[in-house]
């Protein structure tokens, strides 16, 4: 049976969709569309058409499951031609979301009418592709040429309200949706000539008479949009708006089938599905019921634990908040009421919204508070003594069934467990700094972790509005296990003659938002060091004994100004120099891609050696861990990803080609070795 159906009413035809759960524009769903629009030409009683979905939403999109399958005719391009040209009114009733082919539907129809909580967007940027149905002319016809590029670059939806504003929208219905869209498709039934969206001109001649607005917007963007090439693809279609509709849709396609066909789109596709993966767990029952998560305690009030707990009150959860001095839960407590505060400023939070926020925080200097808490996530520092001693009183604290967890970034999960009656509880919630912001959430399955557990973790981590990925227990779990070797050979490479900003350098042309002395600087050079100034062992311990910890204190592994901008530093050349004649390196050239092969081909062997001891799931999670906790630019779709586009065989040559200066401790991975020699990949 067709997802789409019709009916009439009076002489208006109502073409319904009916294609759950996101009415995807499936080839059945354009099949459909293009024979009501025909039934509609072809009966003199219709004097009107109504282009409606059934549930939670309008036309979301292009159909994932057809992804990388060869397309059915009708194509899209072909349906929305064919609605924009039937002879008789088109209306578009949205509620939910019109995305990417939903909104190229709507744009297509002569009016559109929405329901005020509906959403608009072109998010095909984020897939490394552009609208290709015409959507990259017809959006700057009707809503501007400055929101069409604000809205196809970025990918994000704007409301309701600021469509109607920009001429997107006509009509904003309040009130059942289907009897308005009728009434308003019978008030312009008669109107002639109908309005084409793909024949107005008004809006794009604004831009003709200023073709600077396109150089201006790369300017001004080019920080957000570097390495990408969908966005600049993407301000060339739009650029092509302002040429004859024919010749401009040309433009588009082209420009589509160039980005369809390169590695970027397959990179940015593949971590669309690695995304939507990383959330099944393996292992577990699937009629594994989660358990009731209704208050949750966070111990620590400091960065880590006030962002954390930010999280779940912004998800409407109440949270007690424990810290050991009146001072630390009261500065805690005030840093969380300005990081919302800021946002509100910014428009995303109202003031009231605030209020109801900080209005589920009960902070608190006593740990018995915790008894009455569902789940209770320890924020201290990194100290397996001070995390045994809390779990151990955790232990005798908290009520039966009570979920226990760690935000360690490295320590095991198991050995903090054994202090306590019930390590079936106990489940490692690795968030990244700052918690509140950052989307990763590595959930780490201990030994004797309950399967129940594991599957609360997972579903708190959407209703948190994170990304969760299961880590198995090893030092520094998934991310920060492969952040070891790179930092290592950063190191390493500045005795024998890189500097740390040519390291940085080949980082951030590679796509990184920062290189490894950079980041450094940024998190604290003094992070986890031992604050011993006479213990000094390294080129880190050096720096920091010399207060060189990072921006915050204007020096580290470079100079900082009193804006914050970076030089490089003749003290640290100093230091380097010193170390290298103490430990009698001696000093070459350094070539860029022996950085490469030593700081990101190294990674890749760890995350083999990961995926060998089974510490993570799949390859793909370790792509999604890297991603959104470190950066890792997605348009090399991830480490794995990336190995298998760079060639297995490459990286593994490469390793070899190092291995005698890579440390008497570095393992090459036998799974990388083998994949290599069967010309096999990781993630396809």
Request: overall charge negative; some cysteine; aromatic content about 6%.
């Amino acid at each position: 049976m067709s997802p789409i159906s019709t009916k009439k009413h009076g002489d208006v035809l109502i073409v319904t969709s009916n294609n759950p759960p996101v009415n995807a524009l499936g080839h059945a769903v354009r099949e459909g569309l293009v024979k009501a629009i025909e039934e509609a030409d072809a009966d003199e009683s219709v004097k009107a058409v109504v282009i409606i979905c059934q549930g939670q939403t309008y036309f979301a999109g292009a159909d994932i499951t057809e992804f990388g399958k060869p397309m059915q005719m009708p194509m899209l391009p072909i349906v929305v031609d064919r609605i924009e040209a039937c002879t008789k009114p088109v209306v578009a009733a949205i509620h939910g979301t019109a995305l990417g082919g939903g909104l190229e539907v709507a744009l297509s129809c002569h009016y559109r009418v929405a329901v005020p909580t509906a959403k608009f967007g072109v998010p095909e940027v984020k897939l490394g592709i552009l609208p290709g149905a015409g959507g990259t002319q017809r959006l700057p016809r009707i809503a501007g040429v400055l929101k069409a590029l604000e809205m196809a670059t970025s990918g994000n939806p704007i409301g309701a309200k600021e469509a109607a504003h920009v001429g997107l929208v006509d009509r904003i219905i309040e009130g059942d949706l289907e009897p308005h869209a009728v009434a308003f498709a019978e008030e312009v039934r008669d109107i002639r000539p109908l309005p084409k969206t793909s024949e107005r001109d008004d809006k794009v001649a604004e831009a003709r008479a200023n073709p600077a607005i396109f150089d201006e917007f790369r300017k001004a963007n080019a920080k957000k949009f570097r390495g990408f090439e969908a966005p600049e693809a993407v301000i060339k279609a739009v650029e092509a708006s302002l040429k004859p509709y024919a010749e401009g849709v040309l433009d588009e396609r082209r420009l589509f089938m160039e980005l369809m066909t390169g590695t970027q789109a397959r990179a940015q596709q593949y971590f669309f599905f690695a995304e939507r993966k990383a959330a099944k767990v393996e292992n577990v029952p699937e009629d594994t019921k989660p358990r009731d998560i209704r208050k949750v305690g966070v111990i620590g009030a400091g960065t880590m634990g006030g962002g954390i707990s930010m999280n779940f009150l912004s998800a409407g959860i109440p949270v007690t908040i424990v810290e050991m001095e009146q001072a630390a839960l009261d500065r805690g407590t005030g840093v969380m009421l300005k990081n919302y505060e800021a946002t509100a400023a910014k428009g995303r939070m109202t003031a009231e919204q605030v209020g109801q926020a900080m209005g589920l925080l009960t902070p608190t200097l006593k740990l018995e508070d915790l008894a009455d808490c569902d789940l209770i996530i320890e924020a201290v520092f990194e100290n397996m003594d001070v995390k045994k001693d809390i779990f151990t009183k955790l232990d005798a604290i908290a009520k039966p069934g009570a979920i226990l967890a760690s935000n360690t970034s490295y320590l095991s999960i198991d050995d903090i467990a054994a202090v306590t009656s019930r390590p079936q509880d106990v489940v490692g919630l690795h968030f990244f700094s700052p918690a509140n912001v950052m989307k990763l959430l590595e959930v780490v399955r201990g030994a004797r972790t309950a399967p129940d557990v594991l599957v609360t973790a997972m579903q708190l981590a959407k209703r948190i509005k994170k990304v969760a990925v299961v880590a198995g227990v090893c030092y520094g779990f998934i991310g920060n296990r492969m952040l070891i070797p790179r930092q290592m050979q950063a190191m390493q490479l500045l005795l024998e003659g890189a500097t740390p900003q040519q390291i940085d350098k080949v980082h951030v042309e590679f796509g990184m938002p920062m290189g490894p002395f950079q980041m450094s600087d940024l998190a604290g050079v003094d992070i986890g060091w031992h604050r011993d100034p006479t213990r000094i062992e390294n080129i880190r311990d050096a720096l920091a004994a010399e207060g060189r910890w990072g921006q915050k204190k204007g020096a580290g592994f470079y100079d900082y100004d009193d804006k914050r901008n970076p030089s490089p530093s003749p003290r640290v050349a100093e230091i380097i120099d010193e170390f290298r004649q103490k430990t009698g390196t001696a000093q070459r050239e350094i070539s860029d891609q022996e950085i490469v092969e030593r700081t990101l081909y190294t990674m890749v062997n760890e995350a083999a050696l990961i995926l060998e001891g089974g510490f993570a799931q799949r390859a793909s999670d370790i792509d999604v861990v890297w991603v959104y906790g470190y950066g890792w630019p997605v348009y090399r779709g991830g480490p794995m990803f990336w190995a298998d586009t760079e060639g297995l065989s490459r990286i593994v040559e490469g390793i070899r080609n190092q291995l005698p200066r890579l440390g008497k401790d570095f393992k090459l991975s036998e799974l990388l070795v083998s994949k290599a020699e069967a010309g096999e990949k990781f993630t396809r």
